[in-house]
């Protein structure tokens, strides 16, 4: 199977130059890859540096050292040391990315926020709509709500909106934040088959999953981030 | 996507006498890219857009502009008159106070159809039916048209001003602090509308504003000014999720949440 996605060395921390400078460490020495039609689970406690990872390899953290080369149209990029224009460019094409909370924006409707990032790879608006709705009723939406800005839905709805924008495209690699913490058992079930598709499809996926039902369910491989704790190297 | 900027500043510099306005300030821009410049008031932000839009001129520096013949022009060795007809065809400047950009005593419809007649439209009929196309489209009611620009309401006059800056079709467009002084409401209609605007024409924008919420919803990168410098540049969502220079922390810690 091909490997889209090899992270080497990385390493990551926060400075809080409020408070006096300090250094937060948050992981050192991260090296993994992942592959394509298979689900890779980012497993540890909390605090571990799990979605740091993730948002690292989204561009959305900044990365302190090391390497992240991602298979991006024909060539390779590292997106340690992207520039932002490239990162974009990546996250259009190539690494999609279902985050933990919905990020709403005022008098969007839900169906528009579905339907946007295929809109921005160039699909035709209605066709684009089409696809969300399909995905909205697959996840149990009532229908009633699409055409409503998702700001004051609830936790789990609003989820399912992600999740739906999150799986409308066909990036060959997605990264998942917890997609399913809000979500009741049969929507769960939903997003178990959604992942499945995605990996017959041939797309690589790396997740975190507190639902041990779930997790046991998509993983292929679970990689322990506590071997990344910073501590640990200067130990 | 082409593949080269539309815009390259390179160490734009603007002093006021000993005073810094914006000092060494270097980024490029691409066809479709909206930038924005945050950093309290006093931090050179206003000064920056005001060399860019030239309508001021830099102590030192370069800026030099994509044409549409594919030619990138140095913008301060332009003659007065060139930049005067780059400003009225491909750019367009989104003040902070509406009455600043629109005439404020000729009718809606005029407001818009002025910009028109300004690139050489002289057919009354296309010229009105243009109007009317954008003020439909920035959510001003048709029978609005022949009312100035005085009997509106705040935020119907920031859009009016949109509209008249966006009908020639411009390729960059400037917008100082657009959505200061309104209602959350009607902001949060004018940032949707700006949103839809931007990616339907593909416009590149510059956009300044203290508000880092605007920023988020409106840029995809951004630039932090402090005393006259770039303290941090990046991914808009980088920059706000994991701020790195000491200045843009305390910027993003004082946000308040609702």
């Known amino acids: 199977m091909p490997t889209p996605l090899v992270v080497s060395d990385v390493a990551k921390s926060f400075t809080m130059h409020l408070r006096d400078g300090i250094k937060l460490p948050v992981v050192a020495g991260v090296s993994f890859s992942?592959?394509?039609?298979?689900c890779t689970v980012l497993?540890?406690?909390?605090?571990?540096?799990?979605?740091?990872?993730?948002?690292m390899l989204y561009g959305n953290y900044a990365v302190d050292e090391g390497q992240i080369i991602v298979k991006h149209e024909d060539g390779l990029i590292d997106l340690a040391h992207a520039s932002p224009r490239t990162v974009l460019a990546v996250r259009r094409q190539t690494i999609g990315y279902v985050s933990q909370f919905l990020r709403t924006v005022p008098r969007v409707s839900a169906l528009d926020v579905v339907a946007e990032p295929l809109v921005e790879r160039g699909e035709e608006r209605e066709t684009a709509r089409g696809k969300a709705r399909a995905l909205l009723a697959q996840l149990n939406l009532p229908e009633k709500l699409w055409a409503l800005p998702?700001?004051?839905?609830?936790?789990?709805?609003?989820?399912?909106v992600?999740?739906?924008r999150g799986f409308i495209t066909e990036h060959p690699i997605l990264l998942l934040d917890e997609p399913t913490a809000s979500l009741d058992a049969k929507n769960r079930d939903v997003v178990i088959e959604l992942i499945a598709a995605k990996k017959a499809a041939g797309v690589a996926l790396l997740g975190i999953f507190h639902d041990h039902d779930v997790?046991?369910?998509?993983?292929?491989?679970i990689i322990?981030?506590?071997?990344?704790?910073?501590?640990k190297l200067a130990a | 996507?082409?593949?080269?900027?539309?815009?390259?500043?390179?160490?734009?510099?603007?002093?006021?006498?000993?005073?810094?306005?914006?000092?060494?300030?270097?980024?490029?821009?691409?066809?479709?890219?909206?930038?924005?410049?945050?950093?309290?008031?006093?931090?050179?932000?206003?000064?920056?857009?005001?060399?860019?839009?030239?309508?001021?001129?830099?102590?030192?520096g370069t800026a030099s502009y994509r044409m549409r013949d594919g030619q990138f022009r140095e913008l301060y060795r332009m003659s007065e008159a060139e930049r005067r007809f780059l400003m009225r065809t491909d750019w367009g400047f989104v003040h902070q106070n509406p009455a600043d950009g629109l005439r404020m005593t000729v009718s809606a419809g005029a407001n818009v159809g002025e910009r028109l007649m300004a690139v050489g439209d002289r057919h009354y009929g296309k010229i009105?039916?243009?109007?009317?196309?954008?003020?439909?489209?920035?959510?001003?009611?048709?029978?609005r048209i022949d009312d100035e620009p005085r009997a509106f309401s705040g935020g119907m006059r920031q859009r009016l001003q949109i509209a008249r800056n966006l009908v020639t079709g411009p390729r960059l467009v400037f917008m100082d602090e657009p959505t200061g002084g309104l209602d959350v409401s009607v902001q949060a209609r004018l940032l949707d509308l700006l949103r839809g605007l931007v990616t339907d024409l593909g416009l590149a924008a510059i956009v300044v504003t203290h508000d880092l919420a605007v920023a988020r919803l409106l840029s995809q990168r951004m630039m932090v000014m402090k005393d006259g410098r770039v303290v941090e540049s990046g991914l808009t969502d980088r920059v706000l999720d994991d701020p790195r220079a000491p200045y843009t922390q305390l910027l993003v810690s004082s946000i308040l949440q609702v």
């Open chain 1, 34 to 38: 992942i592959k394509a039609g298979e």
């Open chain 1, 43 to 55: 497993g540890g406690p909390s605090g571990a540096g799990k979605s740091s990872i993730l948002k």
């Open chain 1, 150 to 160: 998702p700001a004051t839905f609830s936790g789990g709805e609003q989820q399912r």
């Open chain 1, 162 to 164: 992600n999740i739906a």
């Open chain 1, 215 to 221: 997790r046991e369910a998509v993983a292929d491989r």
């Open chain 1, 224 to 231: 322990d981030v506590t071997a990344f704790a910073s501590g």
């Open chain 2, 1 to 60: 996507m082409t593949d080269e900027p539309l815009l390259r500043v390179s160490a734009l510099s603007k002093f006021y006498g000993s005073r810094v306005g914006c000092d060494n300030v270097s980024f490029e821009l691409w066809p479709g890219e909206v930038l924005a410049v945050v950093g309290e008031s006093g931090s050179g932000k206003t000064t920056l857009l005001n060399c860019l839009s030239t309508r001021l001129l830099p102590s030192s």
């Open chain 2, 128 to 143: 009105r039916a243009t109007a009317v196309d954008w003020l439909s489209r920035v959510e001003i009611e048709q029978d």
